[in-house]
Structures are given as structure tokens and as C-alpha cells.
């Protein structure tokens, strides 16, 4: 049972890490967001990543994403995944090099897209589906990089932060372009899902990978879906090339939209909330717009986690009131909550919360709405 140190609520719904709820975070951000921001601060203190974008003056500027740090000599983006080494920008690890774990994971996966992916359904087949229907006996090469733009307190995979501020640990996960490129160009490979962490501040390693496998693929006559897994922060330019990959090969975008109200979504993930969520739009735009080109598979799928108490009906309406003036037919994926990382105080997902987002969402017309992982949701609250 957590209380808000602002209004002085007490919920099973209001966490106690992030310290306030999410009404003052709403109408009373300028008491709550401090609040909230200390979690952030102190766990990224321990790893000795930057506490918030950095704006140093006279660093070097990087437009990879909606953080636009400013970054010190020698010192690391707010990512941990790009550097200031000389006075030039680099990834850490160097250029041609990525810091990242893959494997094979059998089709249909747990995506967040499976309802609509042509592994699943067979959907462009045979263009870009070998398979009218389930592609059994085949795979998606997962990309798992370490690092993330965002500093999320519900991070599932939160293990990638530790390898991107570790010279060691890096050392055993870096891979290299043509490593990569070999191991998506595998027979049974058909699909490559970046993920993470988040691809965005990897983007010059597996765009350029990325292209190789579509040129190849299309040599062969071979099936090689291009899908990322991403916050959606990414400079307009990178999530247009991204898209465009994914758009050529079959493939799917897929954002994962933390909140829709600025200071919210900044209380959980530690970043500018409104330059984030003013990016989100700009991308979802982007990618909803070259989506037209190619109705047979969704190019833009969007996915909010339901975080209990904090991405609520308002929340969801907001999002959802968005897409659907963009493209009413994007889908639309709502994931279950579990306690884990820094936000381990809340319960997980109730069916009851599942169930209003479902409606909500709808009401605001959209029109291919799912739950995913519903194995985790219950009577919780």
C-alpha cells in the first residue's frame, strides 16, 4: 500500500519507489516530477551513467534521439552507447561493432506483433511469408542490445544497462557487422527483430547490417523480415530509414508508447517527457503515413504496458485518441504489467484494468486492439 508524499493517497495503486501518484503527477507536476525523479537519479548513480541528458557546453551535440545530449569530453550519452572520444561522437565499442546478445527463437515467437505478423498468420505470403499460415520450423533472430535512451523503473531486461557501463562485459557481448549479417542469412532465419535495451542508439550498426541482409535476401529470392522493437525516440530521419527496411522486407515497427501525459511519462522512464512524447508523435506519423504503401501487413504496430495505477483511461485514451486520428487500423497491443527492476511494489495487471483499456480504445475507434500476455493478468485490484 503506497502513499502519495504529495496529496497523501493511499493505493495499492500508488508506488512508493516513484513516491507520488499519478493525479499530482497530472495537476501538481511541478511538486511531484522531483519526487518521482530521485529513483531515477540514485539507481543511475550506482551504475555511473549520467543522471539526465547531458547539455555540457562546448560537448558535442547527438541527434540520435529526442534526448539531444551535449556530451563532455570523454564522457557518454545519457545511453551509455555513445561517447565523446576526441571531440567526435562515437558508439562505444567503436564503429562496425555492436554490444549485443542474439539467438534463435523458434516462430511463432512471443512477439508483440505475433497477432499480426506474417510468421504467425502468413499474411503477404509468398512475398513476404514462406508460409500461408504458421512458419513452423523456422526463426526469428533475436537482436538484444545493451543500452537504452530511457531509464524505465519497470525495465524487464534492466541486466543491459549493467553490460553497457562494463568494459569487460562489453568485451563478450560486442559482435561484429559481418558476425551478425552470417548469422541472419541462416537458411531457417525469416525475421531479424532488434530489440533491447533499444535498438534507437544502435541504429548506425543494424541500419547498416540491415541493409546488407535486404540486398542479400533479395539476391537470393529469400524471405528476411526486417522488425524492430523501439521506444519510437529516434530522429525522424533514422525511424524513416528504419521503417523503410521494414516496409521493403515484410517487416514491422513496433513502439512501445510509455504515456501519453509528458509529466507521467517522465516519472517512468526519467527523460524529458514532453520532447519524448512531442518525438512519438512526429514517428508514429512518419511511419502510419508510409504505412499506406503496403496494407497487406502492418507496418506500425504500437504497444502500451499497463502500468497499474499510472497509465490509466486517461492515459490510454490519449494514445489511443492519437493513432486513431492518424490511421484508425494500426494496431494496437496492451501488455500486462509484472513487478520488476526498481518498480517491484505494484501489483501486476488486473483483468478489470485489461478490460476498460480494451474499451477505451475502442471508443476512441480504433479498430485492431489485443491484450498480450495475458497469462500474467488476475483479480489484483
Known sequence: ?????????????VS?????CVDCLRSRAGEALPIAMSVHKSYRIGLGLPLEAPKSSGGVKCSFCANECVIPLNGVGFC???????????????????????????????????????????AGYPKYALRNGVEHGFYNLAVFFAGCNLNCVFCQNWEHKNIVVDGAQRARFRVSEEELFE?????????????????????????KVSRKIVEEARRRGAVKRICWETNGLENPSIMSEMARLSLESGGIVKIDWKAWTPSVYQALTGVDGKKAVDRIKENVKIVSEMAKKRREIPLLVISVLLVPGYIDEVEIRGIAEYIASIDPETPVIFLAFHPDHLLKDLPPTSISHAKKAIETAHEASLKRVYIGNKWLLGNYY
Open 80 to 122: 551509455g552507447v555513445w561517447t565523446n572520444k576526441g571531440g567526435f561522437l562515437q558508439p562505444v565499442e567503436g564503429f562496425g561493432k555492436g554490444v549485443l546478445h542474439y539467438y534463435l527463437d523458434p516462430l511463432p515467437t512471443n512477439c508483440v506483433a505475433t497477432p499480426v505478423c506474417p510468421a504467425y498468420t502468413g
Open 1 to 13: 500500500m503506497g502513499v502519495c508524499r504529495v496529496c497523501g493517497k493511499s493505493s495499492k495503486t
Open 16 to 20: 512508493s519507489i516513484i513516491g507520488v
Open 183 to 207: 548469422a541472419a542469412m541462416a537458411s531457417r532465419v525469416t525475421c531479424v527483430c532488434y530489440f533491447g535495451g533499444d535498438p534507437g542508439p544502435h541504429t548506425v550498426y543494424a541500419l
